[in-house]
């Protein structure tokens, strides 16, 4: 609480001392000149309280001038009388007064101004200059008034771009952003099964006797092995004519009837006879699952086959309601069972020919391939940071029987078709990015289901290593796995939608376009949901420090590479910085390091990422990154010196054979 500071006076003039009149004459003095001191937060000082006319108002004001804080309680009290007289006449002045009037009046007269063009009542805010709380001087308190105003101007804009970006697009009306499947009579055909089922081979063979078809895989490996398995399809004596389309590749056959395609690269301008959408039960996936959702919305097909897991179905369901579409829903069975064995593996001499040995790292991976290899196994390996090309060398040799067993991560359970009889589990856990995490039934169910390849083995089985693994495991595949969610299916914002919430905000920064499609958009009844990546986020913040237009920052945001990899990381920004500056890329710079060693073999796993994000660019900003075609050779090579790294540490390893590793 502020007090005046008041100075004491006799009774009788004339018995007055040397110091009760120095303190009449301080008194006089700020009489004079209308202030008046007093005492707040600890400290002296001298007030001016006045009322400023202008801009039509009447502000009344309490301040204390610039120089106006004279010293804190303690060591005025002890100051002597001439010393506090001397001070408030240097600081109290007619001269202070003015200048303190005039700056208020020049305040309320831009502050009032301020507030009426954006519709705000200048009272609510100028009121505070008389409220007598502060114990700072006059500059101060008037900053402090103009970023009342300021952030109440920015909560109104706020609430007016929001509404804006709300009018701007409605996510109900999604599905008719995709023009050309909008108004096809477009037929669903979902065929829905747990692995080895058949159902691919299903919609495949409508694919490929279709006059024209598009397929889209979850991964570029996938969209690759079904690539080769179309041109492989001979239609009135010849092959069929493919194209293939990812991120990173596009061999594109002139004349092509038909295209294997990842399924975000879905050309929606082009109408096919048949689409199939492949892994569908991916819709819930929180990261992917909006390029489900535009597959779903937008493949420009007359029918369109759903294939994937049964947990999937209702979404389906919901999905063909909402777009008007007839459904048909096909459930199949395995086609050879699976069962669970009786006991754990215990042993790597307990290990078999046929078997798959699932770890969740590539740490783990090449670990158990080390011990399983110095048993005298020879083995293939797959996990995710090797390139497709890597991974499809590596099944061939488990699948023409070079290798005896495969080590592999999760990576197994989508997209290779292997011969193997039994599923080994070296561990029910899997780290998330965070923690160790027990796996999902519906991971669970999905790589145990590679055992018993239909053709090839009349049964399938599954095991733990350990006791542990092999009891959670058993629980798992016995667990009903919950269904893809109905509603909030995942939509992603398009350059387009962008645009259009900087057409109504003036908004340049991509990190809070995202942020407003994310947030402010009209999302009606929650079927559909804008989603963002954290990835995407985080990228968007740092992009926004570049001078970069937004189609480069969208671009650049959503390049295909890690940012949890140091080394590619800081290539991926070298690349934004190049383009904020005008300049290509070169591929030059892109070392490769030791050979042969397991250090090595990370190094070239991540310069041969690097090539394909490269070549994801050269697609997209072809005058920044003009080495496409380069950078996917340098991929091939990459990946074909992987292979070689990984035949030698298995010969290497399968020399040291004999000594048995319990």
Same mark, same amino acid.
């Given at each position: 609480?502020? +007090? ?12 007055? /001392? ?104 200048? &009272? ?52 008719? %952003? ?210 497709? +090309? ?84 058993? %629980? ?17 914002? /398009? ?23 994310? /947030? ?116 091939? &090579? ?25």
């Amino acid at each position: 609480m502020m +007090e005046d500071v008041k100075t004491d006076t006799p009774g009788n003039a004339g018995d007055a /001392t040397p110091e009760q009149a120095l303190e009449d004459a301080l008194e006089q003095r700020l009489q004079g000149v209308g202030a008046r001191l007093a005492k707040l937060e600890g400290r002296v000082m001298i007030r001016y309280a006045d009322v400023a006319e202008a801009a039509g108002l009447r502000v009344p004001y309490d301040l204390v001038p610039p120089d106006g804080i004279l010293a804190n309680a303690g060591k005025w009290r002890n100051l002597p009388p001439e010393k506090k007289l001397l001070l408030v006449q240097e600081r109290a002045h007619p001269g202070s007064k003015r200048s303190l009037h005039a700056k208020v009046c020049e305040f309320v007269e831009a502050l009032a101004a301020r507030a009426e063009e954006y519709g705000l009542d200048p &009272d609510d805010f100028l009121h505070a200059l008389a409220l007598k709380e502060s114990a700072v001087p006059a500059d101060h308190v008037l900053d402090r008034v103009e970023q009342r105003l300021l952030h109440a101007i920015e909560r109104q804009q706020e609430a007016t771009y929001a509404a804006r970006t709300k009018e701007s697009i409605n996510l109900a009306e999604y599905p008719a %952003s995709f023009e050309l499947a909008h108004r096809l009579p477009r037929r669903f055909i979902a065929l829905l099964g747990p692995t080895n089922s058949g159902k691919t081979h299903e919609a495949m063979e409508a694919l490929a006797k279709a006059r024209t078809g598009v397929y889209l895989a979850p991964l570029r490996l996938l969209a690759l092995e079904n690539y080769e398995r179309l041109a492989e399809v001979e239609c009135d004596g010849a092959p069929l004519k493919v194209s293939l389309v990812t991120g990173e590749e596009r061999r594109v056959v002139e004349g092509a009837t038909h295209v294997a395609s990842t399924v975000e690269m879905l050309d929606t301008r082009t109408r096919v006879d048949v689409a199939v959408i492949d892994e569908i039960q991916m819709l819930g996936d929180r990261d992917r699952g909006a390029a489900w959702t535009a597959a779903v919305c937008g493949a420009p097909a007359d029918v369109v086959y759903l294939v994937g897991a049964p947990e999937a179905r209702r979404a389906v369901e919901a999905l063909a309601k909402r777009l008007g579409c007839p459904l048909e829903v096909r459930v199949k069975s395995r086609k050879a069972p699976l069962s669970m064995e009786a006991q754990p593996v215990r042993k790597l001499r307990n290990l078999q020919r046929g078997d798959a040995v699932i770890a969740f790292s590539r740490r783990e991976v090449l670990m158990w391939r080390d011990m399983i290899t110095e048993t005298g196994f020879s083995v293939a390996t797959v996990y995710g940071n090797l390139s497709p +090309e890597v991974r499809r060398a590596q099944a061939a040799r488990f699948r023409d029987g070079t290798a005896d067993i495969v080590v592999g991560t999760d990576a197994i359970a989508m997209g290779l078709n292997l011969p193997i009889r039994r599923v080994v589990m070296t561990t029910s856990v899997k780290y998330n990015g965070v923690d160790e995490e027990e796996l999902s039934a519906a991971l669970a169910k999905q790589i145990a289901g590679r055992a018993g390849r239909f053709g090839v083995h009349e049964e399938g089985f599954v095991a733990g290593y350990d006791e542990h693994t092999h009891y959670v495991i058993r %629980s798992l595949l016995q667990e009903k796995v919950p269904p893809v969610s109905t509603l909030g299916f995942s939509v992603s914002p /398009t350059l387009e939608h962008l645009n259009r919430i900087t057409s109504v905000t003036g908004e340049q920064s991509l990190a809070k376009l995202l942020k407003r499609f994310e /947030t402010n958009i009209d999302v009606p009844d929650g079927f559909f949901t804008p989603r963002i990546t954290e990835e995407q986020a985080e990228r968007a913040l740092w992009l926004d420090t570049l001078p970069l237009s937004l189609e480069d920052k969208f671009t650049l945001s959503l390049v295909p590479i890690s940012s949890r990899i140091p080394a590619l990381h800081l290539a991926w920004q070298r690349w934004a910085r190049a383009v904020a500056k005008q300049k290509p890329s070169a591929l030059d710079w892109v070392g490769e390091h030791a050979h042969g060693t397991r250090e090595g073999l990370q190094d070239v796993e991540d310069n041969c990422k690097l090539y394909s994000a490269y070549a994801w660019l050269s697609y997209r900003c072809p005058e920044y990154f003009p080495y496409g075609e380069e950078a996917q050779q340098m991929a091939r &090579d990459a990946s074909e010196r992987i292979d070689r790294i990984l035949l030698a540490q298995n010969k290497a390893l399968r020399k040291r054979g004999g000594r048995s590793v319990a």
